[in-house]
């Protein structure tokens, strides 16, 4: 009789807790928003989550250390004009946001240190160029102040914010409501799914599909995608029976899915977080009271069931620490922010060990805050490699966090580009008879110049 021989892995017994009370964000009013998104942002600064607003569309940014119950007059960010749909945080500055929304504009705004003392109302840049709401946001790995934006118009827009141009224009691809949008890990491609059944994977700069796979998952709710490690791509979807499926595929050979796993009956939106570093993808159901977690490796089934954290309350969103907000001392592998309907709570993930020194095992080196390529250069054609960096002595910041630079001059000419033309006429004429007085005055001078020089 042969025994079943148990699958070797430091990550089998992997396990998730709260935090206690009082390190929860007690008393803010979510959003009642029916959208997809994870509707939380957080980095080792702030903590961002989409609120409820009346007559528009807001949401809070609050210090990580910030905890316990958060007044009803804490200043928000509230310059959408309807509800935001989903938020992001910059990777390579803490104190930048990206926000989306149903008033079909993508802002960008700048967080103080310490938090927002008062309501934030005007946005550093605003991004005009989707004709209906703005629903997903993603902001490029390696390269500086690219972001990606892809609305209910169909369309995935790049953007080079530091002068508020849309510089790529995706709109012929897709013919129906994209759900999902992500970068792969050094940003060279991008990777969709939408209502059309239909998963694609892009050439960014020349909005090309490189591949793509119909039919990925046979249900008709939505279907969320990431790449996860060596270029492969996870999805997770519904069958025709309403069975929650996760799915893992090869976008060199997309005939049919290396593993094909169905998990429950749920209604939920799976969520997935993928950790490279580790191997592990989190999924996380809307209006679950759980989270799975597998680990992804190159042998069969590829997608192991390593366990999962439940609790009592139900989630609205979910946020998703950087590995280099992490206490790395206390074996903590990844961090959730998860928000219930008054309150959002952290969940931590540990490794078990005994000893408390740095588990090297554990933190291989990570992605950085440090962009590798500058806007400009990347849409010229230029790739970016990952910066990666040790968390032996816990992260701190040894370069200044990139400085957020925009180009009011360029931002002008683009917003009347985008359609947005005031009539220049009046301030044109008038430039032009400085011009001439100028000339005049110049012209005064020579001759008196050579006056006196015919004297002398």
Known sequence: MSRKVVRASKFRHVFGQGVKADQCYDDIRISQMTW??????????????????????????????????????QPTVCGHTGPVLDIEFCPHNDNIIASGSEDCSVMIWEIPEGGL?????????????HSKRVGILSWHPTAHNVLMSAGCDNVVILWNVACGEAMVRIDSVHPDLIYSACWNRDGSQILTSCKDKTIRVLDPRKGTVIAEKEKTHEGSRPVKAVFVSEGKILSTGFSRMSERQVALWDPK?????????????????????????????YLCGKGDSSIRYFEVTDEAPYVHYLSMYSSKESQKGMGYMPKRGLEVNKCEIARFYKLHERKCEPIVMTVPRKSDLFQEDLYPDTMGPEPSVEANEWFEGKEGQ????????????????????????????????????????????????EVKALKETVEELTKRVSKLESKN
């Open 36 to 73: 997809d998104s994870n509707f939380c942002s957080v980095n080792p600064k702030f903590v961002a989550m989409i609120v409820d607003a009346s007559g528009g569309g807001a949401f809070l940014v609050l210090p990580l250390n910030k905890t316990g119950r958060i007044d009803m007059s």
């Open 386 to 433: 990952p910066i990666l960096i040790s968390l032996k002595d816990g992260f701190a910041t040894t370069t200044k966090s990139k400085e957020f630079k925009v180009h009011k001059s360029l931002l002008k000419t683009t917003s009347a580009a985008m359609g947005h033309q005031h009539d220049n006429t009046g301030e044109v004429h008038a430039l032009q008879k």
């Open 253 to 281: 050979s997309f005939g049919e899915p290396l593993t094909l796993q169905e998990l429950d009956t749920s209604s939920g939106v799976l969520l997935p977080f993928f950790d490279p570093d580790t191997g592990i993808v």
């Open 117 to 129: 003392v008062t309501p934030l109302n005007d946005p550093v840049v605003k991004l005009e160029g």
